[in-house]
């Protein structure tokens, strides 16, 4: 995407605006986060929070956050003490998870932005987090890995949200096949956007829209993959184990209206074994 070019990610200040937002009106609650709002501060997006779009989005940004730490949760309880948050933004795990060891990964503007953010709101970067500039498309994200000490000795779980659909097939699959080199128990949650030809026409409809507006800021969406065809690439880097769910289901999960899916959006759980 190239996004530092043009400075920090505009598409992570608007995720972020979804968390903040959801943590103070009415929607049914999804993910408690007590940093959204402090740590995007006046950086907000002004976005109308009943316009449908906005609406459906924001109910996705925060399922797709709440299931990430559900999973991340699930892997501490099995003994994983490290999350490599890869895309990261204004993600706030590291905030929200001081006893783990995290390694954030971005585009080094959004980084610098990151660090901003954090020093207005009066959050240092928590002790045990670190954040590494690394360009998905360009710079060898399994080397920074293993001069960051993750590995088979020290597992980490990967969370990565909000980026698939911004790279092409290579660069996606150079990216999971990253974090299968970090060992037999890798396993990451990312979200991926459908291919045009499996929607419905509505789901279609919406991801077009959408489409055109982050286009216009600079992030046009780039690889929208069909469920087996992204099944297949995750296998093919060497995370075989692969779940889907569709983002109604996430809602219905979390006991928020299915009915307000984006429709085009997947959530998955890819693992080594
Ligand atoms: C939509 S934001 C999602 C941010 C965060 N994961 C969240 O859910 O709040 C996309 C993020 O991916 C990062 N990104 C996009 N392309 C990238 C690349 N080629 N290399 C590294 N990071 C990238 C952007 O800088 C941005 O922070």
């Avoid at 901003?116 to 060898?140: H, K, N, S, Y």
């Avoid at 993750?150 to 909000?162: E, K, R, T, Y």
């Avoid at 060992?183 to 409809?205: I, K, N, Q, S, T």
């Amino acid at each position: 995407m190239g996004s530092d070019e043009r400075g920090p990610s505009f598409t992570a200040r608007v995720v972020a605006t979804y968390r903040a937002r959801h943590q103070v009106i009415g929607d049914v609650p999804i993910f408690r986060d007590p940093f959204a709002g402090p740590l995007l501060g006046d950086d907000v997006v002004p976005l109308d929070d009943d316009n449908r779009y906005v609406v459906r989005a924001r109910h996705f940004i925060v399922a797709r956050a709440r299931a990430a730490d559900d999973l991340l949760r699930a892997a501490v309880a099995r003994g994983v003490r490290r999350c490599v948050v890869l895309g990261a933004g204004l993600d706030t795990t590291a905030l929200r998870h001081p006893e783990l060891d995290v390694l954030e990964i971005d585009l080094a503007e959004t980084q610098a932005w990151k660090r901003e953010r954090l020093a207005v709101a009066g959050l240092a970067v928590p002790p045990r987090c670190r954040l590494v500039p690394v360009d998905f498309t360009r710079d060898d994200l399994a080397a920074v890995l293993a001069r960051e000490g993750v590995g088979p000795a020290a597992p980490a779980f990967f969370i990565w949200l909000g980026v698939s659909y911004y790279l092409d097939a290579a660069a996606v699959r150079a990216t999971l096949a990253a974090v299968a080199a970090t060992g037999p128990d890798a396993a990451v949650v990312f979200d991926a956007y459908r291919a045009l030809e499996e929607l419905a026409d509505d789901a279609r409809d919406r991801l077009l829209a959408i489409g055109a507006r982050v286009r216009d800021v600079g992030e046009p969406f780039i690889g929208l993959f069909g469920r087996a065809e992204l099944a297949a690439l995750a296998a093919s880097a060497g995370l075989p184990a692969v779940d889907i769910e569709s983002d109604a289901d996430l809602l219905a999960r979390y006991g928020a209206d299915p009915g307000l899916a984006l429709g085009f959006a997947d959530l998955v759980h890819a693992r080594a074994r």
